[in-house]
Nanobody, 127 residues
Framework: QVQLVESGGGLVQAGGSLRLSCAAS????????MGWFRQAPGKEREFVAA????????AYRDSVKGRFTISRDNAKKTVYLQMNSLKPEDTAVYYC????????????????????WGQGTQVTVSS
């Protein structure tokens, strides 16, 4: 079992920054890949970013490349999503997820490959 708790969401103006955190508990954090997904009102959940458990591989959706950075601190069992230059279209509930079957270099963008999910944190970007 893995428990994931997101934090750091909030209301920010366009162009601003937020850093999301996801704290994990349960199984050994350093042995699984982590991802961030988001869901805007009326839309399906979509991939945002992922990081392998070795941190050697990261992946991003095209619309956030150069603005968002995913990182992890295995000692703190926490994964982060630094979001800069935020846009109104980034408004969504952001979820972190854990992929327990990933190899050391793998960071998946596929929702079905993730085994555990957090409850989500709201990010609202005003124009």
């Amino acid at each position: 079992q893995v428990q994931l708790v997101e934090s750091g969401g909030g209301l920010v103006q366009a162009g601003g920054s937020l850093r999301l955190s996801c704290a994990a508990s349960g199984r050994t954090f350093s042995n699984y890949a982590m991802g961030w997904f988001r869901q805007a009102p009326g839309k399906e959940r979509e991939f945002v970013a992922a990081i392998s458990w070795s941190t050697t591989t990261t992946a991003y959706r095209d619309s956030v490349k150069g603005r968002f950075t995913i990182s992890r601190d295995n000692a703190k069992k926490t994964v982060y999503l630094q979001m800069n230059s935020l846009k109104p279209e980034d408004t969504a509930v952001y979820y972190c997820a854990a992929d327990l079957e990933a190899t050391w270099y793998y960071a998946s963008g596929l929702e079905y490959e993730y085994d555990y999910w957090g409850q989500g944190t709201q990010v609202t970007v005003s124009s």
